[in-house]
């Protein structure tokens, strides 16, 4: 099975929704993921996310374009895409983590591409840091998974 992984950056559009509100789109998300045979994780910082969602690349191109599409999000970047040859979090139709606000949960070297917020800029030039944030917080205690 051919799989594909993409990682992207969004902003929330509006009010920043309230941990109920985000428990309740990772149920949602983790009910359409498991159908589609999609894994991943998402970050929530700040009012920003960082995503990463993998499986096939038709399921993920789906997937990718109605987060484009989805008025909950703006200023979406896509860091990273492309084929895998092995999930990177396969445990977890999606897996939901909320960094610490001051950021003291991340290594030095780390810290600046999160604090205040997701840095596109600089995530975009280094796009592997993504994955290192993203691989970080997966052994993280705070992780919501379903």
């Not at 993921?33 to 920003?48: D, F, P, R, S, V």
């Not at 969602?53 to 989805?70: C, F, P, S």
Request: one cysteine or more; hydrophobic letters at 40%.
């Amino acid at each position: 099975m051919a799989l594909y992984q993409v990682i992207y950056l969004s902003m929330v559009s509006g009010e920043a929704p309230t941990r109920a509100e985000l428990q309740s789109l990772l149920e949602e998300s983790v009910r359409h993921n498991e159908a589609a045979g999609i894994t991943g994780l998402l970050l929530y910082a700040h009012g920003g996310f960082m995503q990463l969602v993998e499986g096939k690349e038709a399921a993920v191109k789906a997937l990718y374009a109605r987060i484009r599409e989805d008025e909950r999000h703006c200023r979406i970047t896509k860091l990273l895409e492309g084929p895998i040859e092995e999930r990177s979090f396969p445990e977890w139709a999606m897996a939901c983590v909320f960094p610490d606000d001051d950021g003291s949960d991340l290594p030095p070297e780390l810290l600046r591409y999160l604090h205040p917020g997701f840095d596109a800029e600089r995530l975009r030039a280094r796009p592997g840091l993504a994955l290192q944030l993203l691989s970080h917080y997966s052994h993280n205690n705070g992780l919501v998974a379903a």
